[in-house]
């Protein structure tokens, strides 16, 4: 398991950031301990590998083992050879792994050890995985308990539940688990600090969550260490809900920001990045003396070397603060494609290609299916379909057989010009002084994030527009690009959706501006705090954010007096990773024994 994230890497105080991400960490780390303590003795602990990461954001080994951990196994098809009676099984509630607790239950009868079994179910237990051990005939046998594991701190500014294919799951499968552990979340925060003063969005999907929230917010039961508050917060002036589905352009752009980069062409996940071990940590100098044994290692080839797991902070990598919102741009992509383009990087031009121009005509469309199939294979069919189901792959005119469906296409052409998508290099400052956050994508400015600046930065899309006109005009307007600082925005109160209500309404999908007063406050909202106190507005990204997305929001932040934003996410997404989780699950390997002990 990756080391713990040091905290004082990922904790600020509170007067810095509004809210305390530090509170979080050590809620579910708390929460973690009261489960394992639950099971007396010794313990052997076999682990969801997809937990890996995201519990070693929150803890480490050491600590599990002062708790009365011995051994750590990975949850895996095979025999499981425990060294202490208690076995505690620590996994999401997914199908597959009670299958497979099932046979490692049986095995054991079978072989006559005995254990005590205890299935811990994170973010909490589930009725399906009850029936299944069940219908397996084991459930008399193990003791089902849940964990609360929520909000993970990804860095002082990012939270994130760490929900893997949460936007397959939502739109594609229909399965909105995700959907209702976001809930809970956001209901944590509303206990900590109160309640969120306005919740506005945009979508079908960010509606349904704003209104659970609301309903369970009603309902909610008192949990120990979280009071239920039911004032409106002081420290929180809104929630803004992205739908990942409302904006599909920015993800399959090439990030070329430092982190969105690596991301890129590496991959990180859980803020770790797997890379060779002798670039993480270059061989010594003592090893370049003559001695025969280290002239061996050096000879070494990088591909026969094991992988080394990296942390990408502040404290790991000196210069990762500096750089991590630096705009890379690549100047000579056309090389990479004469190399042979990724099958992820071309269904991500595609979709880009459907999505901006309302669709691709018949003809080309069945031409570019027909050659991408034949190029990677007819297995990638059904990842077509998908894409056609999410209408993210589309022809013009559509089908017959798709044209009574409710119609998910973007006026990318239309909100373009409305909202100043794309912004002349000269008009969007320089790459060390950027005036607009087109900068993060050399002229591109998200749409997820002008939507938020609708909200919470009107000034500076104003700005962008009268930017945009005092450059018509010859020696008209000041030229802030090349002002020693850029001048900050004084923060406005929330309004809604105040201004935009037009361009709002052409996108797809319901708009939610909710405002709540609360039982025991007489406040109605942000707009009575006094301006002198600084206020913090969350961003929650429902289907996975970008790290583009995420420096984007942190210029607006550098740009804003009065007003903070903390990013919260199920998931750090990229175009490759939404790609990667419609195309065909990978052929199970041979099964090895269950292992990977700590």
């Known amino acids: 398991m990756p080391a713990s994230v040091n905290s004082d890497d990922t904790s600020v105080k509170p007067e810095e950031s509004g809210i305390d991400v530090l509170a979080l960490k050590e809620l579910a780390k708390r929460s973690l301990l009261e489960a394992l303590n639950s099971v007396n003795g010794s313990?052997?602990?076999?682990?969801?590998?997809?937990?890996?990461?995201?519990?070693?954001?929150?803890?480490?080994?050491?600590?599990?083992?002062?708790?009365?951990?011995?051994?750590?196994?990975?949850?895996?098809?095979?025999?499981?050879?425990?060294?202490?009676?208690?076995?505690?099984?620590?996994?999401?509630?997914?199908?597959?792994?009670?299958?497979?607790?099932?046979?490692?239950?049986?095995?054991?009868?079978?072989?006559?050890?005995?254990?005590?079994?205890?299935?811990?179910?994170?973010?909490?237990?589930?009725?399906?995985?009850?029936?299944?051990?069940?219908?397996?005939?084991?459930?008399?046998?193990?003791?089902?308990?849940?964990?609360?594991?929520?909000?993970?701190?990804?860095?002082?500014?990012?939270?994130?539940?760490?929900?893997?294919?949460?936007?397959?799951?939502?739109?594609?499968?229909?399965?909105?688990?995700?959907?209702?552990?976001?809930?809970?979340?956001?209901?944590?925060?509303?206990?900590?600090?109160?309640?969120?003063?306005?919740?506005?969005?945009?979508?079908?999907?960010?509606?349904?969550?704003?209104?659970?929230?609301i309903r369970l917010n009603a309902q909610q039961i008192t949990t120990p260490g979280l009071p239920v508050s039911q004032g409106v917060s002081e420290k929180i002036d809104s929630l803004i809900i992205v739908e990942r589905r409302a904006d599909m352009v920015t993800p399959m752009l090439?990030?070329?920001?430092?982190?969105?980069?690596?991301?890129?062409?590496?991959?990180?996940?859980?803020?770790?990045?797997?890379?060779?071990?002798?670039?993480?940590?270059?061989?010594?100098?003592?090893?370049?003396?003559?001695?025969?044994?280290?002239?061996?290692?050096?000879?070494?080839?990088?591909?026969?070397?094991?992988?080394?797991?990296?942390?990408?902070?502040?404290?790991?990598?000196?210069?990762?603060?500096?750089?991590?919102?630096?705009?890379f741009a690549l100047t000579h992509l056309e090389d990479l494609v004469a190399e042979g383009a990724d099958r992820r990087t071309i269904l991500r031009m595609m979709v880009l290609a459907s999505v901006v121009s309302g669709g691709i005509k018949v003809k080309q469309l069945e031409s570019l299916k027909r050659v991408f199939l034949q190029t990677y294979g007819y297995e990638l069919l059904p990842t077509l379909l998908s894409l056609e189901s999410l209408q993210l792959l589309q022809s013009n005119p559509l089908p017959p057989s798709q044209a009574h469906l409710p119609s998910m296409k973007l006026p990318f052409t239309a909100l373009r010009k409305q909202l100043r998508l794309l912004i002349e290099e000269s008009e969007g400052g320089t790459d060390a002084m950027p005036n607009d956050i087109s900068y993060v994508y050399s002229g591109y400015a998200p749409l997820s994030i002008r939507l938020v600046q609708c909200v919470a930065q009107?000034?500076?899309?104003?700005?962008?527009?009268?930017?945009?006109?005092?450059?018509?005009?010859?020696?008209?307007?000041?030229?802030?690009?090349?002002?020693?600082?850029?001048?900050?925005?004084?923060?406005?109160?929330?309004?809604?959706?105040?201004?935009?209500?037009?361009?709002?309404?052409?996108?797809?999908?319901?708009?939610?501006?909710?405002?709540?007063?609360?039982?025991?406050?007489?406040?109605?909202?942000?707009?009575?705090?006094?301006?002198?106190?600084?206020t913090t507005t969350v961003v929650f990204f429902l289907g996975g954010c970008t790290f583009t997305e995420i420096t984007a929001i942190r210029w607006m932040a550098k740009r804003t007096r009065g007003r903070r934003f903390m990013i919260a996410t199920t998931g750090v997404v990229s175009g490759n990773s939404l790609i990667e989780s419609l195309l065909p699950a990978a052929k199970p390997k041979t099964a090895k024994v269950a292992g990977g002990s700590s």
């Open 43 to 213: 313990k052997t602990l076999v682990l969801d590998p997809s937990l890996v990461g995201p519990l070693g954001l929150v803890t480490d080994v050491a600590f599990l083992k002062q708790n009365g951990l011995d051994k750590m196994f990975w949850l895996e098809s095979g025999p499981l050879n425990a060294p202490t009676p208690n076995i505690v099984y620590l996994c999401r509630p997914k199908i597959k792994y009670a299958k497979i607790i099932a046979d490692h239950i049986r095995k054991h009868t079978a072989a006559g050890d005995k254990h005590i079994y205890t299935l811990i179910l994170t973010p909490r237990t589930s009725t399906l995985i009850s029936q299944v051990l069940e219908e397996e005939g084991v459930l008399g046998e193990i003791t089902i308990l849940p964990y609360n594991l929520q909000f993970i701190p990804l860095e002082d500014d990012v939270i994130s539940l760490e929900h893997e294919n949460a936007f397959k799951e939502i739109w594609l499968d229909g399965d909105e688990t995700a959907l209702y552990n976001s809930a809970q979340a956001l209901l944590t925060l509303q206990r900590l600090y109160g309640l969120f003063p306005r919740i506005l969005g945009k979508g079908e999907h960010a509606e349904r969550l704003a209104r659970l929230l």
């Open 254 to 327: 090439t990030q070329l920001t430092y982190e969105g980069l690596i991301d890129e062409l590496v991959g990180v996940s859980n803020t770790y990045v797997e890379l060779p071990a002798n670039i993480v940590s270059p061989p010594s100098q003592a090893n370049t003396s003559g001695d025969t044994t280290s002239q061996a290692l050096n000879t070494t080839p990088v591909q026969a070397e094991k992988k080394k797991k990296y942390q990408l902070s502040s404290a790991t990598d000196p210069l990762f603060k500096e750089l991590r919102d630096v705009n």
């Open 458 to 534: 009107m000034n500076a899309v104003l700005a962008s527009f009268n930017a945009s006109d005092s450059g018509k005009g010859k020696g008209k307007g000041k030229d802030v690009s090349q002002a020693s600082e850029m001048p900050k925005m004084n923060a406005h109160p929330i309004v809604g959706w105040k201004g935009f209500e037009d361009v709002i309404n052409t996108i797809p999908g319901p708009t939610v501006d909710i405002t709540q007063t609360g039982i025991e406050s007489k406040a109605q909202g942000p707009s009575l705090f006094p301006k002198e106190q600084s």
